[in-house]
Nanobody, 119 residues
């Protein structure tokens, strides 16, 4: 049984920073691509950033230069460092992980963590 859990959300003032973490646990031998997504109230979920096994990253245009995705393969964890936060970044942030298991390859999602940017 694989579980994916995010942490690190909260309330921050505009211009501030937060670091999100997302850890997978269970019977895991490797994790392929990891990604962060977000969904603001009344909007569709959108891709924020992804990182491959080899460390190649890709970012949505609206976070380039402000957010950094990274991963620790030994800890089965992906991070999202968010700087220069804006009120428009307010959303529920969720991670997903592409994990092979003995039953097949699946995309696992966390439950999400709320990020609120407000003065």
């Amino acid at each position: 049984q694989v579980q994916v859990v995010e942490s690190g959300g909260g309330l921050v003032q505009p211009g501030g920073s937060l670091r999100l973490s997302c850890a997978a646990s269970g019977s895991i031998f490797s994790i392929y691509t990891m990604g962060w997504y977000r969904q603001a109230p009344g909007k569709q979920r959108e891709l924020v950033a992804t990182i491959t096994t080899g460390g190649n990253t890709d970012y949505a245009d609206f976070v380039k230069g402000r957010f950094t995705i990274s991963r620790d393969n030994a800890k089965h964890t992906v991070y999202l460092q968010m700087n220069s936060l804006e009120p428009e970044d307010t959303a529920v942030y969720s991670c997903n992980m592409d994990i092979p298991t003995n039953r097949g390859r699946y995309i696992y999602w966390g439950q999400g963590t709320q990020v609120t940017v407000s003065s």
